[in-house]
């Protein structure tokens, strides 16, 4: 005989059933929460470790920094030494003074102190005309500066007549009949040398135009 239905199928299970179910819920949310909270642990310290990082290396920075503003500061460079101008050697020479004493001039006798060559001629306009501006030099550096003509008139008797007339002052010697003015390489007149006081060649010049005093002077104030 067949057994009557008296309720749902549910009701009719065993009560160990219903526990059990509620058990497996119970622990599965218990899971949940670890599992949760694990996650949170491990978020706030990498955060921390983070921010641990963070201000070490801040904290290196400001080591850093400090150290350079502790630093002493570097003594001033000196200005390096000025390096003195190797100039081509002029070529050395004995010459007869043309007043007509036999003495003679040795260039390199008057190392020591700059000097000014003139290769002039009485009978040479442009020579004539530079003659006030020598002048001009000797009278202005004195005996700061060797200042020479070197004369190249076939009789010196004109060269003295010249002289004579516009009253020049400063040291007047024979070139005529010479290798001085091969030497020099002077191709026409005036030629005008100007040498350090070591005997080397500054400049030269061939020809005259009034221009050129300013040059002159500037040079051997430098060179003094």
Known sequence: MEKEYTGSEADSAPPFRKGSSRLRDKRYMILMVVVFMSGIITIGCKTEEKASGSAGSAGSKTAVMESEKDKPAEPARRPAAKTET?????????????????????LQVLRGKPVFLDFWASW?????????YVKKLQKEFGDS??????????????ALNYIKKENVDYMQLSGMGTAVPSDYSVRGIPTFYILDSAGGVVKSYSGFTESYYREWETILKDIQ
């Open 86 to 106: 190797r100039r081509a050697a002029a070529p050395d020479f004995k010459l007869k003074n043309i007043d007509g004493s036999k003495k003679t001039v040795e």
């Open 124 to 132: 040479c306009p442009p020579c004539r005309k530079s003659t006030p």
């Open 145 to 158: 500066v060797h200042i020479i003509g070197i004369n190249l008139d076939r009789n010196e008797k004109d």
